[in-house]
């Protein structure tokens, strides 16, 4: 007999050899239609697999993030057999699940593949998944594995496999396909009901822009049709609210294949966005008493190799910029908290002086992969509100608690105001990826979660999610449509502490190590930004708005009058443009409605006349006509509407 610990802590005890769907079958019948793999010690299972020994078990299904993965890779290997019988000769890449559905990158063999293909390899695939294929599991060797798919002529999978170790490697096989595969898969095809592709794109090989392109077929599915509908509907709202989209209409941002792919300009617009939301957070730091500083966009190679960072993620850096000096290396900076460290060894503190709270809006530089870009959300520039705490062991607690109070502030005073909590600690079996010592470790992750635990937060915990050099807390908000982001991240470190010698002298007169707390309640901006103009589908709250109005005069000859209202509003902070172009109002009023403004002030000639605006809302509701100070004091009375932060 063997015990296996469920997620609730209760103890079954099974035979040796029991699979995880035999001891869901245990519990209930319903858990054992609905449950498609499981967690096996950490590690992901199909669910036939037997267990031989005591082991942590968690079973998943649809309603989590690993049974929706496992469903969905499950698809991609639908897809690919379908291709397979529909493209002789097709040559496959990698086919992971994704953050909603799936790809598969294929070698079509010179022949082209466009969405209008889809219908026919939807069709395929549903009469493939109708068939109730099995996903059998079976251990290979590396030479059985190599001489597979050397027969097949499949080079790509030939370089996947130089790449694994003898006794890991595994193969899939449904119906008349196999595939190299880790998995795990869901039991059987027929759970499949529902399947949509979505889009083709190319991708290069291992995202290498030097090696082949290949086409990449996008997908998703769901165990019932209505689910897929209900999907495809909220793709539609997705696209109306799109980043992108909107701000090009707004005039926010541009890219530009000369400057540099992922590297966004701000236009005026959203330059003053941007500072907007900056001055905001500036005021809240200030007044919580952190202290701002400013580091260079470049480093030293070996301030990288101090702190960690480059041995992690010296890959996605960009190349390093050699200067006349032999063998001196600088790189474009990837993170600000090294700089940071730096600043705080520039002078001694005392136990009376901690805590110490750095906070820099400092841009930082990661090589992202091309294929990977996504307008604002993923870049190869971004800014993050960093800050860094240098604070005293006993004083931990109480500022991470601070610090979500500067989180949750945030979040209210920008309207989200549904989200969840995701405490992230070391992998339990594997601590190798991990810097630091087991006991600074122990102490980080209790702070996190007793902080957590007196905030009240509505918290999960997910074993080998955080970051190499200490645990975190990380702030996943739904926006108006239900998607999930994770914005905001909390970091304890006691580790950089001790590689860069951080000291401070306490009560006894001795030298000490101060603890760290990594903190950007915004994250990175761009990608902040971005989600925000989704989550408001570009109507930005009048404080944050770049332009509050826009004054169409009904003609040239009330320009004059136009330029006293604009002069008037300018001195209360109240800013927009008068729009002087020779167009007709009803065509100003639809670009004006286009660009989102939030006022619209027409003047004319009963408005000169009797010394008025008349007032238009977004979205068409008419105000009527008021002084230009009582239009002021509208503005005034919204943006007082906003929580100060009160620290």
């Avoid at 007793?450 to 908000?477: H, N």
């Amino acid at each position: 007999m063997i015990k296996i610990t469920l997620p609730d802590g209760n103890i079954k005890e099974v035979n040796k050899g029991t699979t995880s769907l035999e001891i869901a079958i245990s519990i209930s019948d319903g858990l054992a239609r609905n449950v498609l793999c499981a967690s096996v010690n950490g590690e992901l299972w199909d669910l036939d697999r037997p267990i031989h020994e005591d082991s942590s078990l968690k079973l998943h299904t649809w309603s989590d993030s690993e049974g929706k993965k496992c469903f969905w890779h499950s698809t991609a290997h639908i897809m690919a057999e379908a291709l397979e019988e529909l493209y002789p000769g097709v040559k496959f890449g990698i086919g992971p699940a994704i953050e909603n559905g799936f790809y598969y990158d294929i070698d079509l063999n010179g022949k082209i593949l466009s969405s209008d293909n889809f219908s026919k390899i939807e069709s395929k695939m549903k009469e493939l998944s109708s068939m109730k294929l099995k996903f059998e599991r079976k251990k290979v060797s590396k030479k059985q594995a190599y001489s597979y798919f050397e027969a097949k002529g499949d080079e790509y999978k030939l370089e996947l496999i130089e790449n694994l170790n003898e006794g890991d490697i595994t193969f899939y096989t449904q119906g008349n396909f196999t595939d190299l595969c880790k998995g795990p898969h869901i039991p059987s095809s027929e759970k499949i009901k529902a399947i949509k592709l979505l889009n083709v794109a190319g991708a290069y090989w291992r995202g290498d822009e030097n090696r082949k392109q290949l086409t990449r077929i996008y997908g998703i599915s769901f165990p019932k049709q209505k689910e897929l509908i209900n999907y495809l509907d909220f793709l539609e709202q997705a696209k109306k609210r799109d980043h992108r989209k909107i701000g090009k209409e707004m005039e926010l941002f541009t890219f530009s294949q000369k400057v540099g792919q992922g590297l966004p300009m701000w236009l005026p617009k959203g330059t003053k966005l941007k500072e907007k939301l900056e001055n905001f957070l500036k005021e809240a730091q200030e007044k919580a008493g952190y202290l701002p500083v400013t580091t260079p966009h470049i480093g030293n190679k070996e301030l990288y190799i101090q702190s960690g960072h480059y041995d992690k993620y010296g890959e996605d850096s960009f190349q390093p910029i050699k200067t006349p000096n032999d063998g001196e290396e600088f790189f474009l900076k990837p993170m600000n908290c090294p700089h940071h460290c730096e600043i705080y060894v520039s002078k001694q503190y005392s136990y009376k002086d901690l805590p110490i709270r750095l906070a820099e809006f400092g841009t930082v530089y990661r090589y992202e992969q091309s294929g990977e870009l996504h307008g604002l959300t993923r870049v190869r520039g971004f800014t993050q509100d960093d800050a860094h705490i240098f604070a005293r062991p006993d004083q931990l607690k109480e500022e991470f608690i601070n610090v979500i109070d500067l989180v949750l502030f945030i979040f209210n005073a920008l309207g989200f105001t549904e989200f969840k909590t995701q405490i992230s600690l070391r992998d339990k079996e594997n601590k190798e990826k991990y810097i630091g010592s087991d006991d600074n470790w122990e102490k980080a992750e209790q702070a996190i979660i007793e902080a957590s635990k007196e905030k009240k937060l509505d918290t999960v915990v997910e074993y080998g999610e955080a970051a190499f050099y200490g645990p975190k807390l990380d702030f996943m908000v739904k926006d108006a449509i239900g998607r999930e982001w994770q914005l905001g991240t909390i970091q304890v470190d006691y580790n950089l502490p001790e590689r860069f010698e951080l000291e401070y002298i306490g009560p006894d007169n001795k030298k000490h190590r101060p603890v760290m707390i990594h903190r950007a309640p915004f994250g990175s901006m761009e990608r902040f930004i971005a989600v925000l103009i989704e989550h408001c589908n570009g109507n930005f709250p009048i404080w944050l708005a770049p332009e509050q109005f826009i004054i169409l005069p009904i003609s040239e000859k009330y320009h004059d009058y136009a330029e006293k209202v604009l002069s008037f509003l300018k001195k209360y902070d109240i800013c927009g443009p008068i729009d002087r172009r020779a167009e007709t109002t009803g065509r100003k009023i639809r670009d004006a409605e286009v660009s989102k403004l939030p006022y619209i002030i027409i003047v004319g000639e009963k408005e000169v006349e009797r010394d008025v605006i008349t007032i238009r809302k977004h979205g068409g509701e008419d105000l009527g006509s008021m002084s230009v100070d009582a239009f002021k004091n509208l503005i005034k009375k919204e943006i007082r509407s906003i929580i100060k932060f009160n620290n």
